[in-house]
């Protein structure tokens, strides 16, 4: 994460926000529900184990807000 990603016509500006957190399912690919903290995300594959035994693969997502900064 670098905190600015600069294009042509504007740049985008990390703005200090609290990351959002969800986790996804590697073999079906649906996400959990957005949770403040990895440990709550994380929290849906108890749930999705259960609907589904053999999605035994996951990703934790972490996301960062960004700002338009126009030039
Ligand atoms: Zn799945």
Same mark, same amino acid.
């Given at each position: 994460?670098?905190? #600015? =990603? !600069?294009?042509? !016509? ?9 990351? $959002?957190? !969800?986790?996804? /399912? #590697?073999? /079906? #690919? ?15 594959? $108890?749930?999705?184990?259960?609907? =589904? ?5 996951? !990703? #934790?997502?972490?996301?960062?807000? =960004?700002? $338009?900064?126009?030039?």
């Amino acid at each position: 994460m670098s905190g #600015e =990603y !600069r294009f042509a !016509r504007f740049r985008l500006v990390s703005t200090g926000g609290q990351l $959002v957190f !969800r986790a996804q /399912c #590697e073999v /079906c #690919e649906e996400l959990g529900p957005q949770a403040g903290t990895g440990d709550a995300a994380m929290m849906w594959t $108890v749930f999705h184990l259960d609907d =589904y035994p053999d999605h035994e693969v996951f !990703r #934790e997502l972490s996301s960062t807000p =960004y700002r $338009v900064s126009r030039r």
